[in-house]
């Protein structure tokens, strides 16, 4: 991030709460990589460090009452919408104290209560979905939005088509953030990706779309806001494609053969969250002790979700065959 | 029409007659779907006259894109909507299965129950018109191979229509499977209840009685078994049939009352006889009622092939009156 400071910044208020949820992003995976590796805790994990600035940038446009799906790497999207820390630990450890009663997972996270409708497995299924939370507050007449979150890999599956498409016919109030990590699982993007950037695709379904730096936390805020905004107004969907890193692969285990070293390691040296940090004081948004505040209050929740999520019993066996159906159906 | 005369209608109009109660009863109740809207009303005509008289945003044509329309249908029942989607031809759902199977059935256990789906997949099924391989096919058993799904394919219009109205207004995903042969042939026609006529799901329905052999079946093949019925009756064997009416859920219980009274059964579907619902039954009929049986359950199925084109062959494929007495016959050697 620029030293200097940028006119196009957003206020304080908004700068510090994008900080915010970035260290809490940072603290939660570190703290999940840490039990890990540790043997602590056993859970398929994708991390989503790197990705932080992009989540951050467009939470701060959202109300609760506005729809977010993620996928299965999701945790930066699930603490960005508000999925409060100990419900989402525990189900991240299969608790029946999680959000999902332990019954969704880290792949499945949903928290209505805080917008966090969806997470899925499937790449590129939350996309036509999406459209669904969006087609209702239309029909409702209210001016929610919808932020619908895939990777780069997701934009060569059918859905994605038949989604934006469809979003673009019915001027949907959804914002389609492809959160471009330069990897579809395993498959750098050029391999698997017949343009050099994303939201070129947009405008074959005549909607607007935007690549933005998405490790850059104004300039990802400034995008959103925008896209947020037309969204509102009921002018229709923005594809915005957030170019970004993934500093631990697919998913944690991976021995990411497929990363060239230089290039990870470039990408970990230009880690986008200290240098908001540094940019923050270097401009008078902040002073150390307030940021210092905010870090030592996020190591608190996060330890104490953690707490709470490891004391939690696993769900009582008589769960497993409610949520099925309405009444059970064997 | 007067109040005083029988009310007989065709399938296509009972479907009809049930979205337009529906769509009248509940705001939150919306169609969606290729075609639907007017001037055609739906390649098949069964949602005809429905754009003009509640809008085209509550009856609305999509793109052709099976996969955003199940999606959209998902994300609007999430957020509180009861969409009724149409997918024209059941063979096209394979082109939507990942929003079927992964989305709309797993969506309220995942959520633990925070999140719910209540939604019509509607589509028309079915082999005896000529239309070939990729656009015939009965496919329900891989939605109750789905938990979460529920499944409800209809053999009359009164039951189309209290079936689909309780579909709508049911809590979970329905796949409401409508066979495509009896949509306006006058030979289906049948007397149909006006108004808010409601059947519960999960409610079969003893369409003849018998004492010999329980014939269970759903949708058209209902009425292969009642032409058995009639033909085993000439020859003096008493056939009970049994109209499941959904096959998810499932009335176990007067399937398993029938065939503990008759002591033998034989299931009738349309869909391939392999791994259909049938070997399911079947086997369910067989864990509760071995040691009374009097013969070994059979199946009368679609023969394990794709529905070929040439009028010979596909009549060929579907089960026959004639397949069902035989069947009745082996259970009685």
Same mark, same amino acid.
């Given at each position: 991030m620029a030293t200097t400071n940028r006119p196009d910044a957003p206020d304080r208020d908004a700068l510090l709460r994008m900080f915010e949820i970035q260290q809490k992003i940072k603290t939660a995976d570190e703290r999940f990589r840490a039990m890990l590796t540790s043997g602590q805790v056993q859970l398929i994990y994708y991390s989503p460090r790197g990705q932080e600035c992009i989540s951050a940038g467009y939470a701060v446009?959202?109300?609760?009452d506005d729809y977010v799906v993620t996928i299965y790497r999701g945790l930066h999207d699930h603490i960005a919408k508000g999925v409060p820390m100990r419900e989402l630990w525990a189900e991240f450890l299969g608790?029946?104290?999680?959000?999902c009663k332990g019954k969704g997972g880290p792949m499945h996270v949903t928290h209505p209560a805080s917008g966090l409708m969806v997470t899925t497995?499937?790449?590129?299924?939350g996309i036509p979905i999406a459209n669904g939370f969006g087609l209702a507050a239309q029909l409702s007449g209210t001016d929610q939005v919808t932020v619908v979150n895939f990777g780069?890999?997701?934009?060569?599956?059918g859905a994605f088509h038949e989604g934006l498409n469809m979003a673009a016919v019915w001027k949907l109030p959804v914002i389609f953030v492809?959160?471009?990590?330069?990897?579809g699982e395993h498959t750098p993007m050029a391999m698997s990706t017949?343009?050099?950037?994303?939201? /070129?695709?947009a405008a074959s379904y005549g909607m607007p779309g935007v690549t933005v730096n998405g490790n850059d936390p104004v300039a990802m805020w400034k995008v959103a806001g925008e896209a947020v905004a037309r969204a509102r107004a009921g002018e229709g969907p923005t594809l915005i494609e957030a170019r970004t890193y993934r500093?631990?692969?697919?998913?944690?285990?991976?021995?990411? /053969?497929?990363?060239p070293k230089e290039e990870r390691k470039a990408a970990m040296a230009a880690d986008p969250l200290p240098a908001f940090r540094a940019w923050l004081l270097e401009n008078g948004h902040a002073n150390e002790s307030q940021l210092a505040e905010i870090e030592d209050k996020i190591k608190a929740l996060v330890d104490d979700a953690v707490d709470f999520a490891m004391n939690s019993p696993e769900p009582?066996?008589? /769960?497993?065959?409610?949520?099925?159906? /309405?009444e059970i159906i064997k | 029409m007067t109040t005083t005369e029988p009310r007989i209608m065709p399938m296509g109009m009972a479907i009809n007659e049930a979205m337009d109660v529906a769509l009248g009863l509940d705001e939150k109740v919306f169609l969606l779907g290729e &075609?639907?809207? @007017? +001037?055609? $009303? %739906?390649v098949y005509k069964i949602t005809k006259g429905l754009s003009t008289k509640y809008g085209t945003e509550r009856v609305r044509k999509t793109p052709i894109s099976e996969a955003a329309i199940i999606g959209a249908a998902v994300g609007a029942a999430i957020a509180g909507y009861k969409p009724v989607a @149409?997918?024209?031809?059941?063979?096209?759902?394979g082109v939507c299965l990942d929003q079927i199977t992964n989305h709309a059935a797993k969506i309220r256990y995942m959520s633990g129950g925070q999140t719910t789906v209540p939604m019509v997949i509607r589509t028309s099924a079915g082999a $005896?018109? %000529?239309? %070939?391989?990729?656009?015939?096919?009965?496919? @329900?058993a891989f939605a109750v191979h789905s938990p979460g799904m529920k499944v409800v394919i209809p053999s009359n219009p009164a039951d189309a229509k209290g079936l689909l109205i309780s579909s709508i207004f049911d809590a979970d995903p329905v796949l409401f499977v409508e +066979?495509?042969?009896? *949509?306006? &042939?006058p030979a289906y026609a049948g007397e149909v209840p006006a108004g808010d006529y409601r059947v519960p799901l999960g409610k079969a329905n003893t369409v003849v009685e018998g004492k010999d052999v329980s014939l269970i079946s759903y949708g058209r093949q209902v009425h292969t078994c009642k032409q058995a019925a009639e033909a085993l009756a000439a020859e003096g064997i008493s056939a009970e049939v049994i109209d499941?009416?959904?096959?998810?859920? #499932? &009335?176990e219980a007067a399937v398993m009352a029938s065939v503990t009274k008759t002591k033998r059964a034989v299931v009738v579907h349309e869909?391939?006889?392999? #791994? $259909?619902f049938g070997a399911e039954l079947s086997s369910r009929i067989h864990e509760e009622l071995f040691g009374t049986l009097a013969a070994p359950v059979q199946r009368v199925g679609g023969?394990?092939?794709?529905?070929? *084109?040439a009028s010979n062959l596909e009549k060929a494929f579907l089960p026959q009156v004639g397949d069902v007495v035989a069947a009745v016959k082996r259970t009685n050697k």
């Open positions: 446009h959202l109300r609760p608790r029946g104290t999680g959000t497995g499937i790449v590129g299924a780069d890999g997701a934009s060569n599956i492809c959160q471009n990590n330069l990897y017949g343009v050099e950037y994303i939201s /070129e695709r500093f631990w692969g697919h998913l944690m285990g991976d021995a990411m /053969e497929y990363m009582p066996m008589d /769960e497993l065959y409610t949520d099925v159906y /309405e | &075609d639907i809207a @007017e +001037p055609s $009303g %739906g @149409e997918i024209m031809i059941m063979d096209f759902i $005896g018109r %000529g239309f %070939g391989a990729q656009h015939s096919e009965l496919l @329900e +066979p495509m042969l009896m *949509y306006w &042939d499941l009416r959904s096959i998810v859920p #499932c &009335d869909a391939v006889t392999r #791994c $259909g023969k394990n092939i794709p529905i070929p *084109y």
